[in-house]
């Protein structure tokens, strides 16, 4: 299974505006870039902050065939929300996810952060390519793509494998390889 980490930030590097949650700052070419992107997945990962600020966008009926995970440190809470095989809450870690995805035939799994998710699974080994929206900004503070604020986040090499404007001015999608 391919696991592509999904993400809109600034040029300085963060996933958030300052301390504004989520990601109202992204442009109308990145959402269209990444309605299209998500089609071509089959299951998702998400954090638990992640998805309360965008359960609205991730509703089953948006994307019937997506298979939903969010990490949370208390699944049990969120129980009644979930949908067979369609929307789940775990504390597993990324391998365990990686493996019962696989067994289920999913091919696909977009990371789609926050920023305590991406570190996670860029510690685990387990990104095989990162797919950055960079919109025209400077935030100067934020959520960083990978970690947590005042953290260290995971050191990883990269080799670049496209480089296309999603819109005149700005933003740039750039596609990496994560090197294993
Ligand atoms: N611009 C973008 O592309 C983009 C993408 C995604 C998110 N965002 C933004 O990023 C912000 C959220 O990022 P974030 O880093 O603060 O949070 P996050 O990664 O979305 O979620 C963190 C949550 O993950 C769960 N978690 C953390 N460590 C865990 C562990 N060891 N085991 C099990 N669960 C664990 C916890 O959920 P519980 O609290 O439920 O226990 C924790 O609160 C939001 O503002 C969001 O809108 C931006």
Redesign the pocket.
């Known amino acids: 299974m391919q696991v592509v980490l999904?993400?809109?930030?600034s040029v300085d590097g963060y996933?958030?505006q300052r301390q504004t949650?989520?990601?109202t700052f992204?442009s109308a070419a990145d959402r269209a870039h990444f309605r299209e992107a998500i089609r071509a997945c089959d299951a998702c990962v998400?954090?638990?902050?992640?998805?309360d600020?965008?359960k609205a966008r991730m509703r089953p009926e948006a994307f019937p065939t997506l298979r939903r995970v969010v990490?949370?440190?208390?699944p049990e809470s969120?129980a009644a929300e979930s949908l067979s095989g369609v929307l789940e809450f775990t504390?597993e870690s990324p391998l365990e996810t990686v493996a019962r995805l696989q067994a289920d035939g999913r091919q696909r799994c977009a990371l789609?952060?926050?920023?305590?998710?991406?570190a996670?699974w860029l510690e685990a080994g387990l990104v095989d390519e990162i797919w950055l929206t960079v919109e025209s900004a400077l935030f100067g503070e934020g959520?960083p793509l990978a970690g947590?604020r005042g953290q260290p986040g995971p050191e990883r090499q990269l080799l670049l494998r496209e480089i296309k404007v999603l819109a005149e001015g700005g933003p740039v999608l750039l596609r990496y390889e994560v090197k294993k």
Request: glycine share 18%; no cysteine.
């Open positions: 999904f993400a809109v930030q996933i958030t949650a989520g990601d992204a998400l954090g638990g902050k992640t998805y600020l965008s990490w949370t440190r208390n969120r504390n789609l952060g926050g920023g305590q998710v991406n996670a959520t947590s």
